[in-house]
């Protein structure tokens, strides 16, 4: 099961997630993304801080997010390792 919450201000959309990202729910996070993303300069930033697992699709997603500019908020040990491990991968920073 996942959860996706789009909170807008200003200068960013943050995407919120909470549950796992993986099987069927990650093709909904692609649409929400490309969704919130479409028509918009602001800068994107993806909450994990309530995601409990990411499968290797989601984790595709993620780099692809974040090769498109995307940062994130990680505060678990794995989140937070899932996210050094990307920003590692790609050379930009979280």
Request: hydrophobic fraction near 45%.
């Amino acid at each position: 099961m996942l959860r996706i919450t789009t909170q807008e201000n200003a200068e960013t959309v943050c995407l919120r997630l909470e549950g796992t990202l993986k099987g069927a729910w990650v093709p909904e996070m692609e649409q929400c993304w490309r969704r919130a993303t479409s028509d918009c300069s602001k800068a994107l930033v993806v909450d994990l801080s309530e995601v409990a697992f990411v499968d290797t699709a989601g984790r595709y997603l993620l780099e692809l997010m974040h090769a498109r500019g995307a940062s994130f908020v990680a505060v678990t040990p794995l989140m937070s390792q899932l996210v050094a491990d990307i920003s590692a991968q790609s050379g930009l920073p979280h």
